[in-house]
């Protein structure tokens, strides 16, 4: 029998109430300034690029406001406009460093709408290539990344602008 792993896995499975409940989480990433560890790659004056721990797919990642917001009414239009170019600035590092052939760019409003963190307002960012769902996500509720966070992580931080 082939096995296959994912160890990286083992901390969301353990821990889910945590990144459930704790709707600071991505404002202390930001107040921690260890962008590498914290897997951001790009720090705007109103919103920040972060590459998702638990990815649907490689390279998932997910813009912010650097406040905490709950619903998109909160949002100023300076923080509306500058996450709408951040949403096309990570299109265009994932397009340049891992090809994608498509993309899933979503908002989920609530718990109900599948955040799991609703408790900051976050876009996502999804690469998607021609057959990459297989039975593993329909079946297994299992994704299969090629690639490590943070190998990828340095791969995509080659193409962010500054």
Same mark, same amino acid.
């Given at each position: ?20 409940? !704790? ?5 202390? *990433?930001?107040? +921690? ?7 951001? $790659? /790009? ?58 052939? !498509? ?5 989920? *409003?609530?718990? +109900? ?7 900051? $307002? /976050? ?40």
């Amino acid at each position: 029998m082939n096995h296959l792993h994912a160890y990286w896995r083992m901390e969301y499975v353990e821990n889910p109430h945590k990144k459930k409940s !704790g709707s600071q989480t991505f404002v202390q *990433l930001l107040e +921690a300034d260890q962008d590498e560890e914290n897997l951001i $790659l /790009h720090r705007g004056p109103e919103t920040f690029i972060i590459m998702n721990r638990f990815p649907y797919n490689a390279g998932h990642l997910m813009i912010l406001p650097n406040r905490q917001v709950t619903e998109l009414e909160e949002l100023t239009p300076s923080e509306r406009s500058e996450m709408f170019e951040q949403i096309i600035h990570g299109k265009g590092i994932l397009s340049k460093a891992i090809n994608p052939d !498509g993309f899933n760019v979503g908002i989920n *409003l609530g718990s +109900a709408a599948g955040a799991g963190i609703p408790g900051h $307002l /976050h876009t996502h960012i999804v690469p998607r290539w021609g057959g990459d769902t297989n039975f593993m996500p329909v079946l297994g509720q299992t994704g299969v990344l090629p690639t490590s966070l943070e190998s990828l992580y340095h791969r995509l931080k080659q193409f962010v602008r500054t």
